[in-house]
């Protein structure tokens, strides 16, 4: 699916497949999480309206839930939009746009790609991500 997406995105929206593909594995737990399985929520991508499930230990006062996808392709297309719109990105689309015909081969820190990872609220070393990119 995300190299049909990259296709249909085109060029300046292209998103490496052994990157979504490592960051799927650490945010879905190999898609063994909760969210996976209730949510088609490969990423744990959050909502603030439309259809959520509250997480289990949500601080008091915050508003936000684990969005519902139709379908897993659905998180996947939500993933690949966060990472070419968001602001928190804006470093991995920089990174994307200097790399030009090399963006197949990720030759840089993950860290420098603007990329976050969060599991279980514990923060996953970029070390990890990139030893799994650099295997697939």
């Known amino acids: 699916l995300i190299q049909k997406q990259n296709m249909i995105n085109g060029y300046s929206n292209r998103i490496p497949p052994s990157l979504a593909l490592a960051q799927a594995a650490i945010e879905s737990g190999w ?6 399985k209730k949510a088609n929520n490969i990423y744990g991508q959050w909502t603030y ?3 959520g499930i509250i997480p289990r230990g949500r601080e008091e006062g915050k508003k936000h839930k684990i969005k519902i996808f139709d379908s ?5 297309r939500g993933y690949m939009h966060n990472l070419n719109t968001h602001n928190a990105y804006k470093d991995f ?3 994307r746009e ?3 015909d090399n963006f197949d081969g ?3 820190d ?6 976050e990872i969060n599991f279980s609220k514990t923060r996953i070393n970029s070390q990890i991500i990139e030893h ?4 697939i």
């Open 93 to 95: 689309r920089a990174m």
């Open 110 to 115: 993950v860290e420098d790609l603007g990329i």
């Open 31 to 36: 898609g063994k999480s909760y969210f996976v």
């Open 72 to 76: 897993l392709q659905d998180s996947v």
């Open 98 to 100: 200097k790399m030009g």
């Open 49 to 51: 309206k439309g259809r």
């Open 106 to 108: 990720i030759k840089v």
């Open 132 to 135: 799994i990119v650099k295997a």
